[in-house]
């Protein structure tokens, strides 16, 4: 399944689960918990019920260092217990040097990458 932002000033980026979870977290308004399958409308359908893209969630590194986000906190969570290494998000372009300096990005994403985890729906 491949990946995509369409936000504008996003960035598709692939981040470190483990320092994201640590940024995610100090964040009040953090899912701690999240069982079972992703929500369908976390993807773009070419025609009725073929899917082409995941939606990534669209983050942003705030002052204190915490992830906030414009949109995708469930996604994100989701995301995380896959229990992968490295996790797909957007991120603003202004904070890229940010999340590099942070160790946070692990590599900016390319028209190839693909999710690679099993999508199942309830």
């Known amino acids: 399944m491949k990946i995509k932002t369409v936000r504008p000033n996003k960035i598709a980026v692939w981040v470190k689960s483990k320092k994201f979870e640590a940024m995610y977290t100090k964040n009040e308004l953090c899912i701690n918990k999240w069982s079972g399958n992703p929500r369908k409308l976390w993807f773009y359908y070419s025609e009725p019920m073929v899917m082409t893209h995941f939606e990534l969630p669209c983050v942003f590194i705030s002052v204190d260092g915490s992830i906030t986000f414009d949109n995708g906190r469930h996604r994100s969570r989701w995301l995380l ?13 202004e904070h890229l040097a940010r999340g590099y300096e942070l160790g946070l990005i692990d590599r900016l994403a390319t028209d190839d990458d693909l999710l690679g985890f099993d999508i199942t729906f309830d």
């Open 81 to 93: 217990n896959q229990n992968s290494d490295t996790i797909p998000v957007g991120l603003y372009n």
